[in-house]
């Protein structure tokens, strides 16, 4: 009888044990796949909040340029506030995007036949405006301005040897007043660029203007064909399709362009000191320089800044 009471006691300790591992185990389980689960979700959270990114850009002050005509036959330009919602623009999306994923905004051209005045080239290609919609009020060199980008070449066309094509990246653009228009008879309000910056076959280049004549007077230096191009400048950093960083700071007779914070370049001199008789505004983007068939650029900014 003893033995049998043992007999029972073992057996029942045996499915005590069994039950409470049992137990243990599913428990166990339970909290491993919950932590597993609740890893998931954090890790898919995270993966929602990265596949959106946008670049660090106000548009508000700047219209832009695209490579279509209009009804009226000229390039298609967007201005504020409608370029607030570029990426809701049918016309713009080809030559206008969002990068979502790397947070830059794309600029894509190519040859078309629509091009801006005095120019063979097309462009999708952001000029500022000070005042939204208003081309009028621009700033001189003695007001000063800086612009800075952070930006790169995503993707460009090869020519017939094999060299990649030029893209003018930034810009400075002279401007007569209407006043200066009248004064010499233009019948328009342009004006030479003063700089551009070009990607040069994975180089950064830099053109601006000198004057030929150096005694023309004030009014005759109003003229285009008074200004000529300077020699040119490369950086000695090649860029290539990187990432890379631009700002041009301009203040009363001078001009300083600054390459990844670690290079400059500084126009200091009588060609800036009279070039401050213009007005300017800031141009960024995509000024592709080829008319070569089945040529393409597209150049991406991650944020762009102009302070006054």
Do not use: C
Not at 136 to 158: D, I, Y
Not at 219 to 230: K, P, Q
Not at 243 to 270: D, Q, R
Request: overall charge positive; proline content about 3%.
């Amino acid at each position: 009888m003893k033995n049998f009471r043992k007999e029972i006691l073992t057996i029942l300790l045996m499915v005590f044990i069994s039950v409470n591992v049992s137990s243990q185990e599913k428990s166990s389980n339970i909290t491993e796949s919950d932590k597993k689960t609740e890893k998931q979700d954090k890790k898919r959270k995270k993966k929602k909040k990265k596949k959106v990114k946008l670049p660090d850009i106000d548009l508000s002050h700047w219209k832009v340029t695209i490579p279509i005509a209009n009804d009226k036959g000229k390039p298609y330009e967007v201005e504020a506030p409608e370029i607030l919602d570029y990426a809701n623009n049918e016309k713009l999306k080809t030559y206008m995007y969002n990068d979502s994923v790397k947070g830059a905004l794309i600029f894509y051209a190519k040859p078309t036949s629509s091009t801006t005045r005095n120019t063979k080239y097309s462009r999708s290609e952001l000029r500022e405006q000070m005042i939204p919609g208003d081309n009028n009020t621009n700033w001189t060199f003695k007001q000063g301005g800086v612009m800075k980008g952070k930006l790169a070449m995503e993707e460009v066309s090869r020519d017939k040897n094999g060299k990649y094509h030029r893209v003018i990246i930034m810009q400075i653009h002279g401007r007569l007043t209407n006043e200066q228009r009248d004064l010499i008879g233009a019948d328009d309000n342009n004006a030479p660029p003063i700089l551009k910056i070009y990607w040069d076959n994975g180089k950064i280049r830099v053109k601006t203007k000198v004057l030929k004549n150096l005694n023309l007077s004030d009014t005759d230096i109003l003229h285009e064909e008074a200004w000529g191009n300077d020699d040119g400048f490369n950086f000695e950093e090649k860029v290539g399709f990187k990432k890379f960083t631009l700002e041009v700071k301009v203040s009363e007779g001078k001009m300083v362009i600054i390459l990844n914070n670690t290079e400059y370049k500084v126009y200091e001199n009588v060609h800036m000191t009279r070039w401050g008789i213009f007005e300017n505004y800031f141009k960024a983007g995509n000024y592709f320089q080829s008319r070569d068939e089945g040529a393409f650029a597209r150049v991406k900014y991650y944020s762009l800044e102009v302070n006054h």
